[in-house]
């Protein structure tokens, strides 16, 4: 567990009963921000209940952050408010019996680990980079896609082409 930016590792043996509060320090905002590529992670807090069921670990709660990306059309900073909710299920990694192997709708956000710990923070920042609009657009998105000859998001949507076959 040691390398990622927002370590914070749980013992499967101890589990708190009390909800967790997670907060980034200021460090660690920046090299999250590195990894995903963004202007800034500004804030990042998780407040997450775990739970044991069998032989898993639950984690249930709310990521909530601030962060600054670059706009998809202009390039320009970009504020955005996150706040998501975060259901995972941490479970013992196993060997895994054949070469393929189907997955139920439930076993989508299985996070497997190996020993007694788990790490509920790296699991709080990959949430974190699926919580964010790669194709983020700004107030001045439009502008920059006439002052390149690009036309509206009408032009070059994804019916752009049948509207060239249209009759008038």
Do not use: N, W
């Not at 804030?43 to 898993?56: F, H, P, Q, T, V």
């Not at 189907?102 to 020993?115: F, R």
């Amino acid at each position: 567990m040691t390398g990622v930016e927002f370590s914070r590792p749980v013992d499967d043996r101890h589990i708190p009963a009390a909800p967790l509060h997670l907060v980034a320090s200021a460090d660690e905002c920046a090299a999250l921000a590195r990894r995903f590529a963004l202007v800034a992670v500004l804030r990042l807090e998780a407040r997450i209940a775990l739970d044991r069921i069998d032989e898993a670990v639950t984690a249930a709660g709310r990521i909530e952050a601030a962060v600054v990306q670059s706009c998809a059309v202009s390039g320009a900073d970009l504020a955005v408010a996150i706040d998501e909710p975060i259901d995972l299920r941490f479970v013992r990694e196993t060997a895994a019996a054949a070469d393929e192997v189907e997955l139920d709708a439930g076993d989508l956000d299985e996070v497997a680990y190996a020993g007694h710990q788990f790490d509920l923070g790296e699991a709080v920042a990959q949430s974190l980079a699926l919580a964010i609009d790669p194709y983020a657009t700004g107030p001045q998105a439009e502008q920059t896609r006439e002052a390149a000859g690009l036309g509206g998001a009408a032009d070059t949507g994804p019916f752009a082409a049948l509207k060239a076959l249209k009759r008038d």
